[in-house]
């Protein structure tokens, strides 16, 4: 548990370091987030790590064209934090949301 405390320091302070001198919606403050994030989901807190998946979400729909797959990886992540927190409807939700925008950012095969 040690290296993830000392790993999620260090991606807090990369964090407040982005903010100090990025926009507020900028991208790399979602990637911030989503760094954020996956240590606390591996650490196994998960309301902690929902909380960051969420705000680099709202960021990426901001600054990101629609049925982007970043927003489609977030949406699994987000998925996988709700089924590992046993909101299995929650996390239906998110991986059916993922799914779509794949499909829909998947260029066509029909030719």
């Known amino acids: 548990m040690g290296e993830y405390s000392k ?4 991606y807090e302070r990369s964090f407040e370091i982005r903010k100090l001198i990025l ?5 790399d403050l979602a990637t911030s987030y989503n760094n954020i994030g ?7 807190e998960y309301s902690k790590a929902l909380s960051s998946y969420e ?8 600054t990101l064209p629609p049925n ?13 934090v709700y089924s590992n927190m046993d909101e299995y409807s929650k ?3 998110s991986y ?4 779509e925008m ?10």
């Open 7 to 10: 790993g999620l320091s260090f």
């Open 23 to 27: 926009h507020p919606n900028h991208h």
């Open 38 to 44: 996956n240590v606390y989901s591996n650490m196994g």
């Open 55 to 62: 705000r680099a979400f709202e960021i990426q729909k901001i």
């Open 68 to 80: 982007h797959p970043d927003l489609a990886r977030s949406y699994s992540g987000i998925g996988l």
């Open 91 to 93: 996390a239906l939700s």
């Open 96 to 99: 059916e949301q993922a799914l």
């Open 102 to 111: 794949q499909k829909n950012s998947s260029p066509s095969e029909s030719s």
